[in-house]
């Protein structure tokens, strides 16, 4: 009876995940796809210069409230410069950041984790006890904290954020390969005359490529969330370029004058992490070979 | 059993604790720009560099740095911040109450939300309840506290502005504290009118952080519960005539827990390193934000003090997590 229901459940369960993943993977899709084409073309889409200030237009509302200019679509910040030019140009960062800094965190922590998990012993032990003291650092303060000592700059943001959260990829991916290693064609592959190595590359990592790819989409996210924050605190990239944390900095120093310098780059931030996060559960339910 | 557990893991918390030790020396000290430079006015002549440079023990290779900080470590003796010129250890514990605080009303109010959202769920499960639950965990997940803490500062800081959006307590207040745990102290106190100012300042940083740890306590707690549901034992109460609620309350919960537990307090240590950035942009003054400015003035000593504080209380409630999930276990207890 216990066998059943649990059968049943993980049945339903595949079917409404499959059934949602279409629409998410769509919609978040889209709107990555969007943000994407805005970041690459962003000197041909935005409507000003995004560096271009001019007092005579500060704190300019948004078009359809009273007060707005034509041509500046979501108003403009204290020193009168473009908001939405800002923005898409702000996507450039934060997308070279997405990419390069989850990439770099996947490869590490992937390539580290499969090790871990598939030959176990010391590799394991030595390797689980680096991701323990890794996991003791706060992640912010570790990432302020790097940042510093690198130096400001996009390449230290990149790297800093590697740093960090190679360690995600590694226990998921360190306990998936476990799992996987456990399997009855682990042993055929070994009885076929497999050495391990090649077992490892060719029999396991594609079995737990699915949450990689999950994992992957998911960190650029966050990868995105830190840019931001570290541009909060004013230590991320540190030239006259606009990033979507640095327009929130700014917004929430003019809270009460300009909502709209914090709420445009608020709604654009929130609409990019949760669709990296549902693009990727998207994915995995798509092609994970378990719930397919 | 117990005791061999819990040596085993004192043990492991040593090795990490040195470990964390190892690397935000290392990190630091391979740091370009002289904290010495940025102290003294311009001007300074070599030999009051040199002074500094040796009172502050930097002119030792990082080795002996390294080794000289530790053993004053051991002895409760963290260094003197560069940036404040105080004793670390006394700067650490004037700030650690407030994140403190803040983090137990967090603890609270995640599992508060978290656990009444998935009581309400399992009881309405299969109804719109409960997809409703689903959809607002969800999106409280995947939202994090960072974005969270803007929203609730542009509704209630702004839009409707109800709640202080900055520092700990209202400036102008006179406060009789004497203690750093000004809630907990004000409660003592029976100074309500305080404990509201307190409340009313930590209520959107609070939030921020209570919510994606309230949706993971909700799913999970949830999922457990539905599970023990179906349960015999749970069926024979509901047969005996329990109503559904008291079904989950008297029988279920306990067996349901158990997972939650673990997980609340690995989410726990994350939300310690969570309030850090909270903390910046509420301006609350705890230990997260001294941290900010410590690394943006390259305060070395202050640095690995409070890196140091944050991985002890990481262990720590690893720790305690472990040893009540131990003591709570049956199958551990008796093994």
Redesign the interface.
């Known amino acids: 009876m216990d066998e059943a229901r649990n059968s049943r459940s993980r049945i339903s369960r595949r079917g409404s995940s499959r059934h949602g993943s279409g629409a998410r993977l769509w919609l978040a899709g889209g709107w990555l796809l969007l943000a994407l084409l805005a970041a690459i073309f962003a000197p041909l889409v935005a409507p000003q210069d995004p560096l271009a200030q001019d007092l005579m237009f500060e704190r300019l509302p948004p078009f359809w409230m009273s007060g707005s200019e034509p041509g500046f679509w979501l108003g403009t910040d204290s020193l009168g410069r473009d908001l939405l030019s800002r923005l898409i140009f702000g996507a450039r960062i934060a997308f070279i950041v997405a990419f390069a800094a989850a990439l770099a965190a996947c490869l590490v922590g992937s390539t580290l984790g499969l090790i871990s998990g598939y030959f176990g012993g010391w590799a394991d032990r030595i390797i689980s006890r680096i991701v323990d003291v890794w996991m003791a650092f706060p992640p912010v303060l570790f990432a302020i904290l790097l940042v510093a000592v690198l130096g400001t700059g996009l390449s230290s943001v990149i790297i800093a954020i590697a740093v960090i959260d190679w360690t995600r990829f590694c226990r998921v991916i360190r306990a998936e390969s476990m799992g996987q290693a456990r399997m009855d064609y682990v042993e055929n592959a070994r009885i076929a005359g497999y050495g391990r190595i090649g077992i490892m590359l060719r029999e396991v990592l594609p079995n737990v490529v699915p949450s990689i790819m999950a994992l992957l989409s998911l960190e650029m996210g966050i990868a995105v969330i830190v840019e931001a924050i570290l541009s909060f605190v004013n230590l991320s990239i540190s030239t006259d370029d606009p990033t979507w944390g640095g327009i929130i900095a700014e917004g929430r120093l003019s809270i009460h004058q300009a909502w709209w310098v914090l709420v445009f780059p608020l709604v654009t931030l929130i609409l990019t992490v949760l669709s990296f996060s549902q693009f990727g559960e998207g994915l995995k339910a798509r092609f994970d070979p378990v719930l397919r | 059993m117990l005791l061999q557990r819990f040596l085993i893991r004192l043990l492991?918390m040593a090795?990490?604790?040195f470990?964390?030790a190892v690397?935000?020396f290392v990190?630091?000290r391979?740091?370009?720009g002289d904290p010495i430079a940025m102290m003294l006015p311009p001007g300074a002549s070599d030999a009051d560099i040199a002074r500094l440079r040796a009172f502050y023990g930097l002119d030792k290779t990082v080795v002996e740095q390294f080794f000289i900080w530790l053993s004053g470590v051991i002895r409760g003796d963290f260094g003197t911040s560069i940036s404040l010129r105080q004793d670390v250890l006394g700067l650490v514990f004037n700030r650690l109450p407030a994140t403190l605080e803040l983090a137990i009303v967090v603890l609270l109010m995640a599992l508060a939300i978290g656990g009444t959202t998935a009581i309400l769920g399992a009881r309405e499960r299969g109804t719109a309840v409960e997809a409703g639950i689903d959809i607002a965990s969800g999106?409280a997940l995947?939202?994090?506290d960072?974005?969270w803490g803007?929203?609730l500062?542009?509704l209630f800081?702004?839009l409707v502005p109800i709640l202080d959006?900055s520092g700990r307590v209202s400036p102008q207040l006179d406060l009789p504290f004497v203690t750093q745990f000004y809630l907990f102290e004000s409660l003592v106190r029976l100074r309500f009118d305080l404990t509201k100012d307190l409340l009313g300042h930590m209520l959107m940083p609070a939030v921020a952080l209570a919510l994606p740890l309230a949706a993971i306590i909700s799913q999970l707690l949830k999922q457990s519960l539905k599970e023990v549901l179906?349960l015999d034992y749970v069926v024979l109460a509901r047969v005996k005539g329990f109503s559904e609620t008291q079904v989950i309350l008297r029988e279920a919960l306990k067996n349901a827990a158990l997972p939650t537990l673990t997980l609340v307090g690995v989410q726990f240590?994350f939300l310690?390193?969570?309030?850090?950035?909270i903390e910046?942009?509420f301006s609350y003054e705890g230990l997260?934000n001294m941290?900010?400015d410590a690394?943006?003035n390259?305060d070395l000593p202050l640095?690995q003090g409070?890196?140091l504080v944050?991985?002890l209380l990481?262990?720590l409630i690893n720790l305690t997590v472990d040893m009540m999930y131990a003591l709570l276990n049956p199958r551990l207890r008796h093994g």
């Open positions: 492991t090795i990490t604790l470990g964390v690397v935000v990190v630091i391979v740091a370009p999106a995947s939202i994090p960072f974005l803007l929203v500062i542009l800081g702004v959006i179906d240590t310690i390193g969570g309030t850090v950035i910046r942009l997260g941290a900010i690394v943006i390259r640095i409070i890196v944050f991985a990481f262990v």
